[in-house]
């Protein structure tokens, strides 16, 4: 029973000096508690269910050998939110290499006689967000960290790695495109 209560009382800290050790059971706490947080940055960055399942499955993978990498100079989930990103962006570029080959090949129009369609967004909320994953990658990120998450422009900065006036200007010009996007598609 102490155990149990000691791995959920655990800091990440010290779950993340164990599973760099090789302690699998400090590795799938530490996967339990931040999953959530993983899941919830894919289906921002993708906006589908199985997209989102896709990716953050990805991350648990790679979070296993990259937790050796981990310096502990930042805050973890800054460097988590870094490798979801890097994961939604092989994903986007996989499944974009997949389309672009299928559709090569002709099968849409075998199957269907067409290109297949995307469903219309449900909400104005999904428009939005449909509309942010058509921003170009660091105006995205921006507006992913401090809207999508809740961060500062200082903590966001962090993140990216940038200074907080340029996260400032990509969210500036995030909403400017935005804008714009939501006007084209009669969401405005």
């Not at 960055?45 to 993978?61: I, T, Y």
């Not at 490798?83 to 290499?97: I, V, W, Y």
Request: glycine content about 8%; overall charge negative.
């Amino acid at each position: 029973m102490a155990l149990a209560v000691d791995e959920i009382e655990a800091s990440d800290a010290d779950l993340i000096g164990r599973a760099r050790e090789g302690d699998g059971q400090a590795f799938g706490r530490l996967v339990e508690r931040h999953y959530d947080f993983v899941y919830r940055v894919a289906y921002r960055w993708c906006g589908r269910k199985a997209d989102a399942d896709d990716v953050a499955q990805e991350v648990c993978v790679r979070l296993g050998s990259a937790i050796r990498t981990y310096r502990g100079a930042g805050a973890f989930t800054a460097w988590l939110y870094t490798l979801t990103l890097n994961a939604a962006r092989d994903f986007s570029r996989k499944t974009a290499r997949e389309t672009a080959r299928t559709e090569a090949y002709g099968v849409q129009a075998l199957i269907g006689g067409g290109p297949l369609q995307e469903p219309e967004p449900e909400s104005q909320v999904e428009a939005l967000w449909a509309a942010v994953r058509q921003l170009p990658d660091k105006q995205r990120d921006a507006v992913l960290l401090v809207y999508g998450e809740g961060l500062s422009h200082a903590a966001a900065a962090d993140v990216m790695a940038i200074s907080e006036t340029t996260v400032s200007w990509h969210i500036h010009e995030a909403k400017k495109r935005l804008k714009l996007l939501m006007r084209s598609a009669g969401e405005v």
